[in-house]
């Protein structure tokens, strides 16, 4: 991924850590441009956030080499830390700390800082800027930690689960918040286990699984490279039989689920063309037709056999 | 601004925003100033003046152990740590403002307890306030280095909780923060020698009541500096931000080197010093009841000024006695001195200062003073205070020690003489310090009565210097 005339924001190769027994990171291997949306997708436990903890020097790794900025984080916290800007999974701050006395507070720690109304303007919080943080909502309280981490007007950003826990359009507002991030060509790395949150946000895609990299791409290119197709599913005017469906051009597999026919297929058009073809054939006629692109989570159900979310 | 000073003085803030922090920083040393002073002290000002150091002392170690100590474990279990981690700072920084916030809030706290103790309990300050200032700094020192030590070594807050409780109830019952040193058995008293909280209360007791100088308790405030100073290494070097960082027993067991000073401490006071002697003898300067009816200068002993017996010096003495009123009202004031017979029991003569005090109709103030100006005789050596027999009409009195050196503290004592005689006692720990020299160099006992308005009388005998 790494052009040729400007050297990676993050370059990490065969990373490794252990915790007792456990293996957390089996070899990662990956690398970061300056200017684009980063993801690290995976289920809970997969490594991702040991991965982004070595990346802000909260940890040490046992073997592997990695470059932020250009530095060693374990060996040049200090300068890196002027140069990054992190959001920990948890962010916990005093229960009695006020929206901007935290903004003011981080910020007079960096040399160079971020105007605090500026942040308190961007992040949406100029009304909360004199709530204490024990009274913020849990969507508040995640846009407070995501204007710390601008607080020093970083040129890479680390989101740790930004929008864990949050409903939808909290989500929503939180995607929002970090496609500025990409329109102002500023670095971020965001590990995640929501597959649209990936798809949406990220140019470049890290699955991640039992600490080792399983796939790396753009989104499109990760779909593609899939096996499986997309997903045709059709409700038809008579029953017919899962057999001779499953024998059209183009498709792999159908399955009936709860009277409507799933079709597995690749190329969709040609199978789509393959059915009604057949259905005209037959006597027998659509209803309804839905078509639905492979995801993400299609990729790692291929890869690995389980679904994200049975972790 | 650093970022030490940055997170100590949002510290502070947090404090003031917190009642429960609010509650056990500010009310509750207030709580035990008024159980120690009201109940312990009876109204005794002199007994008031020795529970002062404990009670100091006990905030001081409270606020080492259960706030800075106990804080900073908490911290590092909710993960309040992580999000300090992420930005450009270091363990020191964090040490030091621990260090700092805990200082800074114990200064009000302090003030708020001489304020109290000198207002409602009538708490003569003898010291300086800045020898108070320097004692409080070093026991603050010296406790948050305990409890940072402590908080460095504990995993989490139910093994800080088990090692504070144990330093904790040692010190607070073997050292004198409790039960007064000399009433406990001997070997205790020795054991006592090895206890950091020992030295505060006992340097507290000896400057404040004793007349004693903190030159002459270096080497306790020293073992105090250094315990200090080896507990915020600790700190620093043990410091973790995060809560599955666990410590090795290597490292516990280095720390336990924090308590070497009071070691070496404790074996020298049991090899070298009569310390439980010293000990003893501040405690009998407050045990000995200030109002007692009749009570004579115990021994009579150190140099006496005057006892008024001489009738053919008394127009001399009156000669050395100067009377002047001064405030608002100036002129209007009266006093006078005269030999009145009898004197104290046992003594056929005493001076009567008596006049009338008048304020001006914008100022509640106004006074009289009577001074006496005398040089040190030959052989006044080891001297430690100046005591004086006084009865009166129940009105507030101040006696001053003005020193020759103007550079000197001029120790001051207020107190309120009823009808019987009664010894007051004014340490001056400045004239161990001061060598006789006849003639030159001279110091002045001062006698004042300030406002309300209204007719006084002050009859002193048995001036001395002890």
Redesign the interface.
């Known amino acids: 991924m790494a052009s040729d005339t400007q050297p990676p924001v993050v370059r990490v190769e065969g990373l490794r850590k252990r915790y007792g027994d456990l293996e957390a990171l089996r070899g990662i291997t990956f690398e970061i441009e300056a200017g684009e949306v980063f993801g690290l997708l995976g289920p809970n436990g997969a490594g991702k956030t040991t991965t982004i903890e070595i990346l802000?020097g909260?940890r040490q790794q046992d073997a592997g080499s990695v470059f932020v900025c250009g530095m060693d984080p374990g060996r040049e916290?200090?300068?890196l830390?002027?140069r990054i800007g992190?959001q920990?999974q948890?962010?916990?701050?005093?229960d009695?700390?006020r929206v901007e006395?935290a903004l003011s507070?981080?910020a007079?720690?960096?040399r160079q800082s971020a105007s605090i109304e500026m942040l308190l303007d961007r992040f949406g919080l100029r009304e909360k800027r004199r709530t204490?943080f024990e009274k913020l909502s849990g969507g508040q309280k995640q846009r407070l930690a995501l204007a710390?981490a601008m607080v020093n007007d970083p040129e890479l950003v680390l989101l740790d689960e930004p929008t864990v826990g949050l409903d939808a359009q909290l989500r929503r507002d939180i995607y929002t918040l970090i496609e500025r991030f990409r329109e102002e060509r500023r670095t971020t790395l965001l590990t995640t286990h929501y597959i649209e949150e990936a798809e949406r946000l990220c140019d470049h895609v890290a699955i991640i699984d039992r600490g080792q990299v399983i796939a790396l791409g753009t989104p499109r290119e990760l779909i593609q490279r899939s096996g499986k197709g997309a997903h045709i599913e059709a409700s038809l005017a008579k029953p017919d039989s899962l057999e001779r469906l499953k024998k059209l051009d183009a498709v792999s597999d159908c399955l009936e689920i709860d009277g409507r026919y799933v079709l597995h297929a690749k190329p969709v058009a040609t199978a789509v063309a393959a059915l009604i073809r057949y259905l005209e054939a037959e006597g027998n006629a659509l209803v309804d037709l839905h078509i639905a692109q492979p995801t993400l989570e299609d990729v790692f159900v291929e890869m690995t056999g389980r679904r994200m979310e049975d972790w | 601004m650093t970022p030490a000073i940055r997170i100590a003085l949002m510290t502070i803030k947090l404090v003031t925003r917190t009642k429960v922090a609010l509650f056990f920083t500010f009310i509750f040393p207030l709580l035990f100033l008024f159980v120690y002073a009201g109940i312990f002290a009876r109204g005794n000002p002199e007994a008031v003046v020795y529970m002062f150091g404990p009670v100091v002392t006990l905030n001081i170690m409270g606020s080492g152990f259960w706030g800075l100590g106990m804080q900073s474990v908490m911290y590092r279990e909710r993960g309040s740590l992580r999000r300090y981690r992420l930005a450009p700072i270091g363990p020191g920084s964090m040490v030091l403002s621990s260090l700092l916030a805990n200082y800074l809030l114990q200064l009000p706290t302090l003030a708020l307890l001489v304020f109290c103790a000198t207002v409602f309990f009538r708490m003569p300050l003898h010291i300086h306030l800045l020898t108070l200032l320097i004692l409080a700094t070093i026991g603050t020192f010296a406790f948050a280095g305990f409890g940072l030590t402590i908080a460095s070594v504990a995993n989490t807050m139910q093994e800080a909780q088990v090692y504070n409780n144990v330093v904790w109830f040692a010190l607070l019952f073997l050292s004198g923060v409790t039960v007064p040193l000399p009433l406990l058995p001997h070997w205790i008293q020795r054991f006592a020698a090895f206890l950091p909280a020992t030295y505060l209360v006992t340097s507290f007791q000896a400057v404040m009541l004793g007349g004693q100088s903190l030159f002459d308790h270096r080497a306790e405030l020293l073992a105090l500096l250094v315990s200090g100073t080896f507990g915020l290494l600790f700190a620093w070097k043990l410091f973790r931000w995060e809560k599955e960082e666990k410590i090795s027993t290597r490292a516990k067991v280095v720390s336990i080197s924090f308590i070497a000073p009071f070691l070496v401490m404790g074996l020298w006071m049991n090899a070298h010093n009569n310390f439980t002697a010293t000990w003893s003898q501040t405690f009998s300067l407050m045990s000995r009841p200030p109002m007692g009816p009749g009570e004579r200068a115990s021994g009579a002993g150190g140099i006496l000024l005057d006892d008024f017996e001489k009738p053919d010096e008394v127009e001399l003495l009156l000669k050395n006695w100067q009377v002047s009123t001064e405030g608002n009202a100036a002129g209007r004031s009266l006093g006078e001195l005269e030999v009145i017979s009898p004197g104290a029991e046992g003594t056929g003569n005493a001076l009567r200062f008596k006049g009338h005090v008048e304020t001006a109709p914008d100022s509640d103030r106004g006074s009289v003073a009577a001074r006496y100006p005398f040089t040190l005789p030959a052989g006044a050596t080891s001297l430690r205070g100046a005591q004086l027999e006084a009865r009166g009409d129940n009105r507030l009195f101040q006696v001053r020690l003005i020193p020759p050196d103007p550079t000197l503290p001029t120790p001051s004592l207020r107190f309120v003489p009823d009808s019987e005689w009664q010894v007051i006692h004014l340490p001056a720990a400045w004239l161990r310090n001061i060598k006789p020299a006849p003639g030159k160099g001279t110091l002045v006992l001062e006698l004042r009565v300030e406002g309300p308005p209204g007719d006084f009388h002050l009859d002193i005998d048995e001036v001395r210097l002890y």
């Open positions: 802000e909260l916290q200090a300068a830390k002027e992190a920990l948890a962010t916990v701050l005093p009695k700390i006395e507070l981080y007079g720690f960096y204490f710390l």
